[in-house]
């Protein structure tokens, strides 16, 4: 039977291409969104044209209730439990420590860190209750190891990930459940392009293989942490940053 994977905050951004990615590898594709209904659509017919199926429903991943809604229809939709679960939904502000509002830090912490959790519990009953172990792969960032200034609720959701990570997957191994993380560094897509019109030319200056990331470059670390080859592969982070985020910052120039 077609496995399915289940890509949170699909519908745009780097989820978009991991949701056309496992088309591509044969899987049936459930993804959620927040906004942008249009998106959605359209990235329901491009799977389509590949010859694959999908189903984009909409749902906030910090709500119990519609995360719970959502992973009901998916299986209901596709007759099986998901075989693979990517907890890619994330949202960010930009403020100083001293200045960021409670409802903005809410608002993070509750996408990026609660929705994390909620859907990784949602997938993971299923996978359990199905007896057929699977996947989850949760979307970190560089800040899971560095403090990004001016992204406070941003940095500490992350780096929530990659603990929650860790404890998923002692307590779901036994399930036969992996549970990974991939943390990308500077990735250019919509959005940082909108944050700079320079983000490729100036991350890739300071970026040992000169060049910011793509998209593309985050979708094989996932499909290899969904796939058997990973089969023994569990609570580790995998960092997609071209290296910018292991050397040393060196006062002298490389």
Known sequence: MTKLAVVTGGNTGIGRHLAVAFAKAGHA?????KL???????????????????LGLECDAGRSAEVNAFFDAAERWHGSAPDVLVNNAGIQTWSSLLDLAEEDWDRVIATN???????????????????KGGAIVNIGSGCNKLAFPKLVDYTASKGGIEQLTKVSAAELGPH?????????????????LQEAPDYAAS?????????????EDIAGPVLFFASEAAGFVTGQTLWVDGGVFTQANWPQDA
């Open 29 to 33: 594709v459930a993804f959620s969104y």
């Open 176 to 192: 036969g459940i992996r549970v990974n993380c991939v943390a990308p560094g500077a990735i250019l897509n919509e959005r940082t």
């Open 113 to 131: 860190l609660k929705g994390t959790f909620l859907n990784t519990q949602a997938a993971a009953r299923r996978m359990v209750a199905a007896g």
């Open 36 to 54: 942008d209904e249009t998106a959605s659509a359209s990235l329901v017919s491009e799977i389509e044209a590949i010859g694959a199926r999908a």
């Open 203 to 215: 991350w890739g200056r300071i970026t040992p293989l000169r060049r910011a990331g793509t998209a």
